[in-house]
């Protein structure tokens, strides 16, 4: 029994990995953390294997598994800049505001979305997944996918769109 379980695990993790890796990648804008955030999250899923393999949907299990740890990451290095920022501003150094970069493209714009709309808008239309898939995978009802999404959707509008018009005013100063 317990080789059939390690060769389900193996089975699932061979064809889930890069989806996993893809999704992390995405929720954090880090290519570099993206493969140790889904291997981390194949890890806890092999810890609770047992639970996982019975699931409904396995997949959306592990989809939010790499959802809760993409929030952990994000939330640690918001804390951690503020503990940078709290050093330097102790040391009489005047504090300069947030550097916010100009929108270079989608990637960068997702990474100015709330966590929540983010993860709505990559599972809907970068993975393709239904309003209620994304809703197993988060924690969250329907509902509030439909209008995270929305939300999210015309967010990243209007940021593509300022950095548009901003290239076309760059264009015109030359």
């Known amino acids: 029994m317990a080789d059939d379980a390690a060769a389900e695990f193996h089975d699932f993790f061979d064809r889930h990995y890069a989806e996993l890796a893809r999704l992390a990648h995405l929720l954090t804008g880090e290519a570099a953390a993206a493969d140790d955030l889904a291997a981390d999250a194949l890890v806890a899923l092999w810890d609770r294997w047992d639970r996982v393999r019975a699931a409904e949907h396995p997949v959306a299990y592990a989809r939010g598994v790499v959802a809760n740890m993409a929030r952990s990451r994000i939330r640690a ?54 309003e209620k898939d994304t809703a197993l995978a988060l924690g969250i009802s329907v509902g509030t996918v439909k209008s995270q999404t929305s939300k999210g959707m015309a967010e990243l509008e209007r940021l593509l769109a300022g950095r548009a018009s901003l290239e076309l005013a760059g264009r015109g100063e030359r």
């Open 77 to 130: 290095a918001v804390r951690e800049r503020h503990r940078v920022a709290l050093f330097w501003s102790r040391r009489g150094d005047p504090a300069e505001g947030p550097d916010v970069a100009a929108v270079l493209d989608v990637r960068q714009a997702l990474g100015r979305l709330p966590f929540r709309k983010r993860a709505c808008v990559v599972l809907r239309h970068a993975f393709d997944l239904s």
